[in-house]
């Protein structure tokens, strides 16, 4: 399974970026996707996460500010980041629980991409 992350880079505060994951290379599904944080210092932690339904659930820092959307059919996951404040300086990841169904079982595996930093100057 791959995570390919896009859309981070530099803005000033008060502005606006939008991120994007494509997952590919898995087979029988993905359940919870969502975008997690590590800032330099600081432990990773949450920022959003969506279902495969479509309900989302957002870090208190972020909430009000951001939106995480999804489209399976395009097997991709949305953060559009507004008002960007520079506590929002990070490495964001993107994750996903995929599903793995063996003649054994459903299991579910925690995937994550490699990142992609957004920067907020003031």
């Known amino acids: 399974v791959t995570l390919v992350e896009s859309g981070g880079g530099s803005v000033q505060s008060g502005g606006s970026l939008r991120l994007s994951c494509v997952a590919s290379g898995y087979n029988d599904g993905i359940n919870d996707m969502g975008w997690y944080r590590q800032a330099p210092g600081n432990q990773r932690e949450l920022v959003a996460t969506v279902t495969s339904g479509g309900a989302a659930n957002y870090g208190d820092s972020v909430k009000g500010r951001f939106t995480i959307s999804r489209d399976n059919v395009k097997n991709t996951v949305y953060l559009q980041m507004t008002s960007l404040k520079p506590e929002d300086t990070a490495v964001y990841f993107c994750?996903?629980?995929?599903?793995?169904?063996?003649?054994?079982?459903?299991?579910?595996?925690?995937?994550w991409g490699q990142g992609t930093l957004v920067t907020v100057s003031l």
């Open positions: 994750h996903a629980k995929v599903v793995v169904i063996t003649i054994e079982r459903k299991t579910e595996v925690s995937e």
